[in-house]
């Protein structure tokens, strides 16, 4: 999912909209934003859909005045997966004795249910099925008078991932977990402030840069002024790697690194640690085209777009249902016919999740008379469900978890498939000694297996 906040500027909401359509890359299934201002206190809209197709229409954002709001973009990896229903739309919002909050979640409570019943027994009424909406409740329940003071009684109550943006009638807050699994920035625009998922949104709206909200942080803006507070017991980060390799867009920096340049370097990675000999690198656009880049730049291979995406779809990642997933990969990518006939090329993707969409390119690419085919895959295999925010299926469909990787190579039925390393994937991102297995610098559980907080819900 993705976060936005903004407060200090004439019609926040507009600003939000932006941000939120800059964002849409980690959730295009629905998305909301909340408002408020003096006169006419909260406000809320959610929507299923694109930002774009909602949140421009002036006679819904005429219904969001005031110069502070929030807003989320939502992915389902928690709740009623695959049908949204709009009562799972965020941001959520509760009233209760010292006025009302709004928040807006990215990641995944892994305590959740064990909350959920705590709360339901004594006396909540939940409105969604959204793990996030645990938040609002144990704000409710807490005894603190002030806001922020209420949210943290909450969330040293909450285990898993989370990057909260969040509002009261005068405050913007953000927060991020203790390992600071999901990514979460501060920008300033004019005299007011931003919050963003990413940095791209920032440059959208035309938002300075300032730093990334730190994990285990809470910052609360009130009046143009910022504050930091720190409510959690230390720990080590554990940064989300998948972010670098897939979910983060290529032009947003994180942890002060180009997220473009990281998979580049992913690119030449692979290319060092799994050469081949070959005509093409093409990418599996959009997400296999830094790497891909990287790829070509140390094999000398050249580069060639043999694989064109349609851009008016959507990710086949974030389509929830299996079906929908099905269709989704040749309604949105074709192979260019021209440039493949009678090459052996190399085709360069972010991940092997299920399988789908590698086998279905497969095809097309030997359709269209490719001689050879080589997958090289810019991440490690896939081999564990991700609890923190990110919607891979069970073990059982995960392709890694149930094959070796001739296995794999056979069942996609290529003639290479190479998987860059763990280590390697880590150097890429500018740890230069690879993986530190006794503290390792970053969550890369899909991976390894080596998850940093118990998932307790499954
Ligand atoms: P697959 O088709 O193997 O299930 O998914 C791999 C491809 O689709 C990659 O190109 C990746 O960008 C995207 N993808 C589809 N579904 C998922 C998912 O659930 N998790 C991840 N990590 N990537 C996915
Ligand atoms: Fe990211 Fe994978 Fe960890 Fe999930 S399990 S937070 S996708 S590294
Ligand atoms: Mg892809």
């Known amino acids: 999912?993705?976060?936005?906040?903004?407060?200090?500027?004439?019609?926040?909401?507009?600003?939000?909209?932006?941000?939120?359509?800059?964002?849409?890359?980690?959730?295009?299934?629905?998305?909301?934003?909340?408002?408020?201002?003096?006169?006419?206190?909260?406000?809320?809209?959610?929507?299923?859909?694109?930002?774009?197709?909602?949140?421009?229409?002036?006679?819904?954002?005429?219904?969001?005045?005031?110069?502070?709001?929030?807003?989320?973009?939502?992915?389902?990896?928690?709740?009623?997966?695959?049908?949204?229903?709009?009562?799972?739309?965020?941001?959520?919002?509760?009233?209760?004795?010292?006025?009302?909050?709004?928040?807006?979640?990215?990641?995944?409570?892994?305590?959740?249910?064990?909350?959920?019943?705590?709360?339901?027994?004594?006396?909540?009424?939940?409105?969604?099925?959204?793990?996030?909406?645990?938040?609002?409740?144990?704000?409710?329940?807490?005894?603190?008078?002030?806001?922020?003071?209420?949210?943290?009684?909450?969330?040293?109550?909450?285990?898993?991932?989370?990057?909260?943006v969040a509002m009261t009638r005068t405050k913007l807050i953000g927060v991020r977990d203790p390992l600071g699994v999901r990514p979460l920035v501060l920008g300033r625009i004019g005299d007011g402030w931003v919050l963003s998922s990413e940095t791209c949104a920032l440059d959208i709206v035309g938002a300075e840069f300032i730093r990334e909200v730190e994990p285990g942080e809470m910052v609360v803006i009130e009046n143009g002024e910022i504050s930091s507070h720190t409510p959690f017991a230390r720990q080590r980060p554990r940064f989300c790697i998948f972010e670098h390799v897939y979910f983060s867009r290529p032009d947003s920096i994180l942890g002060g690194r180009s997220v473009y340049e990281t998979r580049r370097q992913i690119g030449v990675e692979l290319a060092r640690e799994a050469p081949v000999e070959a005509d093409l690198v093409c990418p599996v656009p959009d997400s296999g085209t830094p790497a891909a880049i990287g790829f070509s730049q140390e094999s000398g291979i050249p580069y060639a777009m043999g694989i064109v995406r349609n851009q008016y779809m959507g990710r086949t990642f974030i389509e929830p249902t299996e079906q929908i997933r099905n269709m989704g990969v040749r309604l949105k990518l074709n192979v260019n016919r021209a440039l493949i006939r009678g090459k052996r090329v190399v085709l360069v993707d972010d991940s092997v999740v299920r399988g789908t969409t590698s086998i279905k390119i497969r095809e097309m690419v030997l359709d269209a008379g490719a001689a050879e085919v080589h997958f090289r895959i810019a991440s490690p295999p896939t081999s564990w469900p991700c609890f923190y925010g990110v919607d891979t299926p069970e073990r059982e469909k995960l392709l890694a978890a149930n094959m070796t990787q001739e296995q794999m190579r056979d069942h996609l039925g290529v003639d290479s498939l190479r998987f860059i390393s763990l280590d390697g994937l880590y150097r890429a991102t500018g740890e230069a000694e690879g993986r530190d297995s006794a503290q390792p610098q970053y969550c890369d559980a899909c991976f390894s297996g080596d998850y940093p907080v118990i998932p307790h819900d499954r």
């Open 1 to 164: 999912c993705g976060v936005f906040g903004v407060t200090g500027v004439a019609d926040a909401a507009n600003f939000v909209a932006l941000g939120l359509h800059a964002l849409q890359h980690r959730g295009q299934e629905a998305g909301g934003i909340v408002s408020h201002d003096a006169e006419h206190g909260f406000n809320s809209a959610r929507r299923f859909g694109y930002v774009r197709d909602n949140f421009t229409k002036a006679s819904l954002m005429e219904t969001l005045p005031g110069p502070l709001a929030i807003g989320h973009v939502r992915y389902s990896t928690s709740g009623a997966k695959g049908h949204t229903q709009i009562r799972d739309v965020q941001p959520f919002f509760g009233e209760f004795s010292m006025g009302g909050a709004a928040i807006a979640h990215n990641g995944n409570i892994t305590n959740a249910e064990a909350l959920r019943s705590e709360l339901i027994g004594g006396g909540s009424i939940f409105q969604s099925s959204s793990d996030s909406e645990c938040i609002i409740h144990l704000m409710a329940r807490s005894l603190q008078r002030r806001v922020p003071d209420r949210m943290q009684d909450a969330l040293r109550r909450v285990e898993g991932a989370f990057s909260i």
